[in-house]
């Protein structure tokens, strides 16, 4: 998940090590933990394989040289089948991977955006009807009173999840009324 997070970040825009950590805290803080033993190691990964690209050795506040990073077309391509992909793994891990491409959706084509909102949809509405054949763990209120939360808890990622769809099919029929109603001027 950090790759992907990583490499949609860099799409975005050329940072360095420092400031591409401090971003993926900020945005995705509820997704994945970051620290500086894990993304500099990352980022020679991707510099080795390809996918990033240091663009210069910039002056840094305080410190002498910060590299600053690129995707690379490479880049662009694994982040792409990344964000296209569904590797099998936890509820939470899942929830946070989805999270991390929700965030760069508009880097994608619309067909694609329906294709990850529907599967996740289906994946959601799965569990809440296996969830809905099962109790409890125990007969404790704590335990109770989770169950209910989780419970609305995914009920509302239902719901928002077809508000989005309705959102991304709305826009595709907009624009695509519009483009059949322009008319040939003539000229």
């Not at 663009?55 to 002498?64: F, I, K, M, R, V």
């Not at 719901?159 to 959102?167: A, D, G, M, R």
Request: with cysteine; net charge positive.
């Amino acid at each position: 998940m950090l790759e992907l997070a990583a490499l949609g970040l860099l799409q975005r825009e050329h940072l360095h090590g420092y400031r591409l950590k401090q971003q993926l805290e900020l945005l995705m803080s509820s997704c994945i933990s970051v620290n500086y033993g894990t993304i500099y190691p990352l980022l020679k990964r991707l510099e080795t394989r390809g996918a990033i690209a240091v663009l210069t050795d910039a002056e840094g506040e305080g410190s002498p040289h910060r590299k600053i990073y690129s995707i690379t077309p490479q880049g662009q391509v694994l982040w792409r089948q990344k964000m296209l992909e569904y590797p099998h793994e936890s509820w939470v891990n899942s929830r946070s991977r989805f999270l991390i491409k929700f965030l760069f959706f508009s880097y994608l084509e619309p067909a694609e955006r329906l294709k990850l909102l529907q599967y996740r949809l289906m994946v959601c509405q799965l569990r809440l009807e296996n969830r809905e054949m099962q109790q409890p763990l125990s007969s404790d209120p704590y335990d109770a009173k989770l169950w209910v939360y989780c419970g609305t808890d995914l009920q509302r990622e239902i719901q928002w999840l077809k508000e989005q769809l309705l959102y991304e099919q709305t826009t595709h029929t907009l624009v695509k009324d519009t483009s059949l109603q322009r008319v040939p001027t003539g000229e």
